[in-house]
Structures are given as C-alpha cells and as structure tokens.
C-alpha cells in the first residue's frame, strides 16, 4: 500500500509540473517600472526590500543606501538622475565584519540603517552594528572600491548613526541606541569625532531623551540649516508611528520638538524615515 500511495503522489507531481511548464509557455516576466512615462510615477519606486534608505544627492546625481543586515555583499549603493529610476551600481561592503564572526549567517544582526553623506570629495557611509559599534567606509567614487569599515566607536547598543560636518571645523556624529541589546530605545546621543571622522573623541551628550512622548526614537538624520541644528528621527515604533524633527541653535540642545508627519484619521501609517 505505501508503494502505491509513493507511485501516487509521485505521478501527481510529475503532472503538476508538466502542467505548469505549458501554462508558463507563453508568460513573459515583467519587470516593475514605477516611472509612467509621462511625467508622473507610481509608488512603490523600487519594488524591492531595501530597508532603512538613505539618500545623498551630489550635484546631479542621487546615491542610495540601505540595510543589509548580515548578508553579503553588504550595503547596497543605488543610483538615480531623478528620485524615481533607480539602478543597482555597486556594494560598499563587499564582506561583513568582524570576519571571524560573520563567516556563518548571523540573523538579526549586522549592518543597521546607514547614512551616506558627501563632505570633501569624499562619500561617506555610517552605519551601526548593534553588537560591535559604529562603523565608518568612504570613497571617492561610490562605483567603485570603498574603504574597509572603521570602527569608530566599539559599543554593543549603538545603532543608527549620522555626521555632521559643521562650519567651525568640527565633526559630529548623532546615533540612537538597540532597546535589543541595552534596554535603552529612546535616547539619541551626539559625539564629536577627529577631523577625518574615523574616530569618536569624547563620550558623547544625551542631547534628548523621548522615553515619555517618544518611544521607539530611532534612525536620527543630522543637518544645519540658517544656524539651526536639526534632528529628523521617526518614534513611536513601525505600526502606529510618527516622524519628529528636533531643533536647536546649539547642537547639544535644548531641543525644540514638533511631530510634522503623523497617521492621524488616516489608514495608513505616515512614520517614515527622511533621508537626504
């Protein structure tokens, strides 16, 4: 009897595969183009997982980033003329470090959401490994070879880093921290770093802490504009978020706060990460 419920299903399936073969014959596989072709677009951009983007834009020319987690290639670099054609050109990390620790998958860890930046003539890419620290890789043409990673800051829970290059000479760096790995998830701490941004050299300043109105502060993207230091940093958490912006004219703060995007009567979610 099990001989014949083996020859059953085994004619079964030899059948389903032959009948999908011919249904598949004339399908022709389509690739996702958001762009309309007349000057309008349909969302998603990239019909993809690139977690966490971040977008630089020098001159004409737009660069992306993303999460990678522990999978190499790593940190994915995407360019675009528009914000809406995208094509994959190159991968920053091209092994996940520290070597001896990656060389078997390593779920939930590994490259979290990086921050590109331009300064000098020079590319930059930030990122925080929750259980090793801040990591720094740069190049002159994001096509091309990049750096190996820095460690700039070797501490498990720093996570979600971006600089700043201020008018005065010096160099930031902004990051907020893994509830995962410290119990802490709703603080954002400003370092300052050498004037080559490899190295953190002081122990940082808890510029604002949102445990009580904004849990879950996460993904902080450092600017200055007309004087003012700005902070963009999604809070809330992913299902029921809101996008915050910080503002002060001395970069340790006090901090103004306002909730600029937020889900509101809506049905869908507006808590987003702002790149640029």
Known sequence: ???????????????????????????????????????????????????????????????????????????????????????????????????DVFDKPQHFKGVWAPCIRYHDGEYYIYYGDPDFGIYMLKTTDPAGEWSEPTLVKAEAGLIDSSPLWDDDGNVYLVHAWAASRVNVNALLTVHRMNKEGTKMIDEGKHIFDGHDAHPTLEGPKFYKRNGYYYIFAPAGGVATGWQLILRSKNIYGPYEEKIVLAQGDSEINARIKVVG
């Open 1 to 99: 009897m099990q001989f014949f419920n083996r020859a059953f299903y085994l004619i079964l399936f030899t059948y389903s595969i032959i009948e999908f073969g011919f249904s598949q014959e004339n399908y022709i596989s389509k690739v996702w183009v958001s762009d309309n072709g007349d000057g309008t677009y349909t969302n998603p951009i990239l019909h993809a997982d690139y977690s966490d983007p971040d977008v630089v834009r020098v001159g004409d020319d737009y660069y992306m980033t993303a999460s990678s987690f522990n999978c190499t290639p790593g940190l994915p670099i995407l360019h675009s003329k528009d914000l809406v054609n995208w094509k994959l050109i190159n991968y920053a990390l091209t092994k996940q470090y520290p070597l």
